[in-house]
T-cell receptor, first 113, second 112 residues
Framework: SAVISQKPSRDICQRGTSLTIQCQVD?????MFWYRQQPGQSLTLIATANQGSEATYESGFVIDKFPISRPNLTFSTLTVSNMSPEDSSIYLC??????????FGSGTRLTVV | KQEVTQIPAALSVPEGENLVLNCSFT??????LQWFRQDPGKGLTSLLLIQSSQREQTSGRLNASLDKSSGRSTLYIAASQPGDSATYLCAVGSGGANNLFFGTGTRLTVIP
């Protein structure tokens, strides 16, 4: 299965600032997925990122708040913009392979103060 | 919309005990089901993937079963160890390509 390197692993940020999270995959993948896990909650899909096209956002998530880049088939970034304490969550990227299911990055634990 | 439920929400067992975690889903039209482990503040580690045509999968001390018709899956952990302490999540692939629905998880504590 794919191996995903995600960074940073954690950060503490001031409200009103932005944080960019990076995910690097060790193989080429068509789609990458970004999830949010709020404290005590399960995972919620933010968006699906395809190389060469705009990301597809789920209901409740908008590009201005969570811009995504997908410059090639092994890399993607998610930016959390104009942060508020409500954005404090774990953010995860993921890819899927038919025989292995979904593989996740190690997560970015974001605290907004 | 697919809904995934995990029972119990939390479980505490003494080391060495065998245990079962439960996952139920409302729509039986799934293409796979995956069990994950999550350590506090960390990402997800895939444990077992069961395709819709399969009944069970095994890896070491772990065995996962799938009964699509009743909308249920179980994760059996044999001879539990303190290192098994984590949150276990089940996720169902359903409703179209790349739709993954997560349960709320079972937080397992294995007491030495």
């Amino acid at each position: 299965s794919a191996v995903i390197s995600q960074k940073p692993s954690r950060d503490i940020c001031q409200r009103g600032t932005s944080l960019t999270i990076q995910c690097q995959v060790d193989s080429q993948v068509t789609m990458m997925f970004w999830y949010r896990q709020q404290p005590g909650q399960s995972l919620t899909l933010i968006a699906t990122a395809n190389q060469g096209s705009e990301a597809t956002y789920e209901s409740g998530f908008v590009i201005d708040k969570f811009p995504i880049s997908r410059p090639n088939l092994t890399f993607s970034t998610l930016t959390v913009s104009n942060m508020s304490p409500e954005d404090s969550s774990i953010y995860l990227c993921s890819v899927e392979a038919a025989d292995y299911g979904y593989t996740f990055g190690s997560g970015t634990r974001l605290t907004v103060v | 919309k697919q809904e995934v439920t995990q029972i119990p929400a939390a479980l505490s067992v003494p080391e060495g005990e065998n245990l079962v975690l439960n996952c139920s889903f409302t729509d039986s039209a799934i293409y796979n089901l995956q069990w994950f482990r999550q350590d506090p503040g960390k990402g997800l580690t895939s444990l077992l993937l069961i395709q819709s045509s399969q009944r069970e999968q095994t890896s070491g001390r772990l065995n996962a079963s799938l009964d699509k018709s009743s909308g249920r899956s179980t994760l059996y952990i044999a001879a539990s160890q303190p290192g098994d302490s984590a949150t276990y999540l089940c996720a169902v692939g359903s409703g179209g390509a790349n739709n993954l629905f997560f349960g709320t998880g079972t937080r397992l504590t294995v007491i030495p």
